[in-house]
Each structure stands twice: as C-alpha cells, then as structure tokens.
C-alpha cells in the first residue's frame, strides 16, 4: 500500500515550483511598472535591480523592445517577456501538478 506522504511529493514540489514562477513573475512585472513611471532619483533606486535581470536573461532579448515613454521612464518589452515566460512556466506547473494523483 503506497504510502500518500510519498505521493504528494512530487506534486507539492512541482507546485511549489509553480508557485515561484508566479512570484518571480509579479516581481518582474512589478520591475516593468517601477520602470515606466520611476524617473530621476526614484529610477536610481531600481537601476541594480534592472542590472540584475540584465544580466540573468540571455543576451539574445537582452535591451530588445526597450521603449521610452512620455513619462521619461522606459518600458522594457525584455523584462515583460520575463515575466510572461515566468507565467506560462507557473501554468504548465500548476497543470502538471494537477494532473498527479
């Protein structure tokens, strides 16, 4: 008779897993929005944070679809791919774990 501790392993580690997709992705989101309204001093507050992700994504999307705004932030098309990657990967997670009896 298995035992249901062992069951759920590999269900709740791989919602566990989804569940930091969906943070890291409400963080690069939250990222993209600091970006776009943050000017000055404010934005020197977000720019290590900006280097950090910089450099954590490939260099192929790396500075693609950067657009300036009237508002004299940027909107970083990058980082809001991040962010929908890290959402889709929290989906196919949460479907996957899901799926696991």
Sequence with gaps: MPNASHDSAPKALIGAVGFACRVAGWAVTCLVIA???FTGAARSTVLP????LSRAIPEAISGSLVIATPLGGAF??????VAVLFFVFDWVLCK???SLR
């Design 96 to 98: 996957i774990a899901s």
């Design 76 to 81: 970083r098309g990058d980082f809001a791919l």
């Design 35 to 37: 970006d776009l309204l």
């Design 49 to 52: 944070l900006n280097t950090l």
